[in-house]
């Protein structure tokens, strides 16, 4: 039987609803919190939890 492990979040540190296993794979997923009510777009691989940064969103002058 494969192991799983919770992801937590990487804001409060809290379980989040979601499990992952040693082969799953995870690009660009929306993690949720509900503690903190937070999202965070991370990267998931191997265990290893991955916080992805994304510049903030610029406007643009006319």
Same mark, same amino acid.
């Given at each position: 039987?494969?192991?799983?492990?919770?992801?937590?979040?990487?804001?409060?540190?809290?379980?989040?609803?979601?499990?992952?296993?040693?082969?799953? +794979?995870? @690009? #660009? $997923?929306?993690?949720?919190?509900? !503690?903190?009510?937070?999202?965070?777009?991370? +990267?998931? @691989? #191997? $265990?290893?939890?991955?916080?992805? !940064?994304?510049?903030?969103?610029?406007?643009?002058?006319?």
């Amino acid at each position: 039987m494969d192991t799983t492990e919770w992801i937590r979040c990487p804001v409060c540190r809290n379980k989040t609803r979601v499990q992952i296993r040693k082969d799953t +794979e995870l @690009k #660009n $997923f929306p993690l949720y919190c509900p !503690k903190c009510k937070q999202e965070s777009l991370i +990267e998931a @691989k #191997n $265990f290893h939890i991955t916080v992805i !940064k994304e510049p903030d969103a610029q406007t643009q002058s006319r």
